[in-house]
């Protein structure tokens, strides 16, 4: 009876973990079941495309909400360069889920750091 008993105290207790790491992953909105307020999306957002691509986003130049969660544009440093204003640069559309998590990205622009924009955006 008591290995029995300790078996079922152990799985519970693994269940338990599981469930908390589960929570520890999830943005804090999701955590608490309402809907993620904007500097938690953009901070999940950079360190969501941060780790899929291995680049580090700069800062956020468009960020909205739409039907389906979050759209954003993320300027990346993609190939650093010396002088710095002929470092090539790239801007990500990032969509995001309700709850803040990523659900794809794509680059739609890549140019050098020092250059104006001929799109006038």
């Known amino acids: 009876m008591t290995n029995t008993k300790n078996t079922h ?33 953009l901070r999940e957002a950079r360190a969501q495309l941060a780790e899929l691509t291995g680049l580090e986003p700069e800062s956020v130049s468009s960020f909205e909400q739409t039907a389906e969660g979050w759209s954003l544009e ?3 440093l993609e190939l650093e360069r010396v002088p710095e204003t002929m470092s090539l ?28 924009d001929a799109r006038g955006r």
């Open 89 to 116: 640069m790239a801007t990500y559309q990032v969509e995001l889920d309700e709850e803040g998590q990523l659900t794809g990205y794509r680059r739609v622009r890549r140019y050098e750091r020092g250059r104006a």
């Open 9 to 41: 105290q152990s799985q519970d207790s693994q269940e338990t973990q599981k469930s908390s790491k589960a929570e520890d992953d999830a943005p804090q909105g999701a955590a608490t079941g309402r809907r993620p307020r904007p500097m938690e999306v």
């Open 74 to 76: 993320v300027e990346v």
